[in-house]
């Protein structure tokens, strides 16, 4: 049963996280198709492996009446709007993941698993669903990696009484009635728990169930092996030892040999039982996730091989150190009040995860998702902590980059539209808190049309990122370059005490960027036309201040470019030339 228990723990953080990433990739499909529209190309980015979850089998954009706007693989003309998973999210005001009953799919035509998630306009209305599709086997590929015997059993069920996937030795299957299944009964009552099922409502086999909840959705998972399997050998002792006494009271002359025989039988029972040990070590050392038992005060107890390879520590090495000595400094208090919720009486029965940072022998960091289960002794206190961890540093690197990715120009590194206005949003509020002046300045890049269509995009395109670099020396480390469109850059300065201040950077980004450009044999001239807004004098809003900076950097253009100026365009037809200092 413990045995069963701490598979069952992994095989429900194995679904969590199916789920977890499910829920991750659709959120981000539907992120980028919200920004751009039916145009998202879901498979140039599987060709790119942008999304690099091979689970998934295939991943759509469904639009409001139910076909299909983009796939990651050829579709042709499907439509949905039939489907459980479509009408689920059609009347769903949650923003949750909806997995649906085993289907047969439209296009692979294999039976999947689909699992969906909303997509919502501004105003709440219903605008599609991202859906990604499952293979059934997926769910239960730890059979693989556990020893259940022939007999074994791994199920994933729906609490409405749908097995979604079952696995007993070879054989797999879904969309199964689970209604009088035993441990879909017992769930109601306790959301774990371990017993022995006499198989009337599988197929007859009696076996040693564990069940689990999946936290946080509607599922629950069950872990058996066949009871006289695990049995066997106390059987075939039991019987043994009753026909030896029965022999022994008939037969008092074969005494010697039967006690004899009886040694020989009681040792090889003795060998079967250290067989039995060192088979379950080596389904510990060769688990593909790393596994460790902890004491409750912290103490690594023991770790499998994959554990140790992961922080790069020998096995004893661990067991002389805690949790929270190998964790990264920063999350140590998090570790200790979570393992501190785990031991606690009112925890709750599921096992949630931790996203969490370990730092290796080598001293570089370690990203992991770790759950922990607590085993207790036959008085019901805590003995110890069965740690499941799994790397996930390639995911963070990958979160990194995407977003990353989403608040910069692709062409010039530097920050785009969105991260330029969110800094200014920053800049106006630290500049109202302290009581100082903040400014923007505005500025388009005077000739570069004529470089751009006379020597083509290449040219036009490495001309921009030269540009980018030597913005980049005109500003400070607390200030904002960015660009926002085309041949237009957009920079924030924060803190500022006079109007000495911006001016003496706008003088600097005119003679920085008229400065001569070696483009590999093409020497290209241009020059920059600066407008400016400073912070209150011109606006006390972001969008006040753009377009005025915007009306200005025009009004440069109009007294002769490669300038700046600090005078909207509309100030010209009423007060004369605006105040315009030239480069």
Request: aromatic residues 8%; hydrophobic residues 40%; proline residues 3%.
């Amino acid at each position: 049963m413990n045995s069963n228990s701490n598979l069952a723990i992994a095989f429900e953080q194995q679904v969590f996280r199916t789920l977890k990433a499910a829920e991750q990739v659709a959120a981000f499909v539907r992120e980028r198709y919200l920004e751009e529209g039916p145009g998202i190309d879901l498979r140039q980015w599987a060709e790119q492996q942008i999304i690099r979850e091979t689970m998934f089998t295939i991943i759509s954009v469904v639009d409001e009446a139910g076909y299909i706007v983009s796939s990651s693989q050829p579709t042709g003309q499907v439509n949905y709007s039939d489907r459980a998973f479509f009408q689920a999210q059609r009347d769903n005001a949650h923003d949750t993941l909806f997995v649906s009953l085993p289907v047969l799919g439209r296009v692979s035509g294999r039976v999947q698993i689909p699992m969906s998630l909303r997509i919502s306009r501004p105003d709440g209305s219903f605008a599609g669903v991202v859906v990604m599709s499952v293979d059934p086997d997926n769910f239960t590929g730890l059979y693989h990696h556990a020893d259940l015997g022939s007999r074994g059993l791994l199920e994933l069920t729906n609490l409405d009484g749908v097995v979604l996937g079952r696995k007993i030795g070879k054989e797999n299957s879904s969309a199964l009635d689970a209604a009088d299944v035993a441990w879909l009964q017992q769930h109601a009552t306790a959301p774990e728990g371990q017993f022995v099922d006499d198989g009337t409502a599988v197929d007859g086999v009696a076996r040693i169930v564990s069940y689990r909840a999946v936290e946080g959705y509607p599922l629950m998972v069950a872990v058996g092996t066949a009871y006289a399997d695990e049995l066997a050998p106390v059987r075939q002792r039991q019987s043994y030892y009753l026909g030896a006494a029965g022999s022994a009271s008939i037969a008092l002359l074969f005494f010697s040999r039967l006690l004899m025989s009886m040694l020989a039988r009681q040792r090889k029972a003795s060998d079967a039982l250290q067989a039995s040990e060192a088979l379950y070590r080596a389904a510990f050392h060769q688990a593909a996730m790393g596994i460790a038992h902890v004491a409750p005060d912290g103490r690594i107890l023991d770790a499998n091989e994959k554990f140790c390879l992961m922080l790069g520590y020998r096995s004893d090495e661990l067991q002389a150190r805690t949790l929270f000595e190998l964790s990264d400094s920063d999350d140590r208090d998090a570790v200790r009040q979570f393992l501190k919720r785990r031991l606690s009486v009112g925890s709750s029965v599921s096992s949630p995860e931790i996203e969490k940072t370990y730092r290796r022998k080598d001293g570089s960091t370690l990203w992991v998702c770790e759950a922990l289960g607590v085993v207790k002794d036959p008085d019901g206190k805590p003995e110890f902590l069965v740690a499941v961890t799994q790397d996930i540093t390639a995911r963070k690197v990958l979160e990194a980059r995407l977003s990353h990715d989403a608040l910069h120009d692709a062409l010039t590194g530097l920050p785009n539209r969105v991260l330029f206005q969110d800094r200014l949003a920053q800049a106006l509020e630290s500049a109202t808190r302290h009581g100082c002046l903040a400014a923007v300045l505005y500025l388009d890049l005077d000739g570069f049309k004529s470089v751009n269509d006379s020597h083509g995009h290449t040219a036009g395109d490495k001309l921009l990122q030269r540009v980018a670099q030597r913005l980049k020396t005109c500003v400070r480390a607390e200030d904002t370059a960015a660009r926002v469109g085309g041949d237009e850059f957009g920079i924030v300065l924060t803190g500022l005490t006079s109007d000495q201040d911006y001016k003496v950077v706008a003088l600097k980004l005119i003679d920085t960027l008229s400065a001569p450009y070696e483009l590999e044999g093409l020497c290209a001239h241009i020059s920059a036309s600066v407008g400016v807004a400073v912070f209150p004098r011109h606006g006390e809003t972001a969008a006040a201040l753009l377009a005025h900076a915007d009306s200005a950097m025009y009004a440069a253009k109009q007294a002769g470019k490669n300038r700046y100026s600090d005078v909207p365009l509309s100030t010209l037809g009423r007060s004369g030339p605006p105040d315009i200092d030239p480069a």
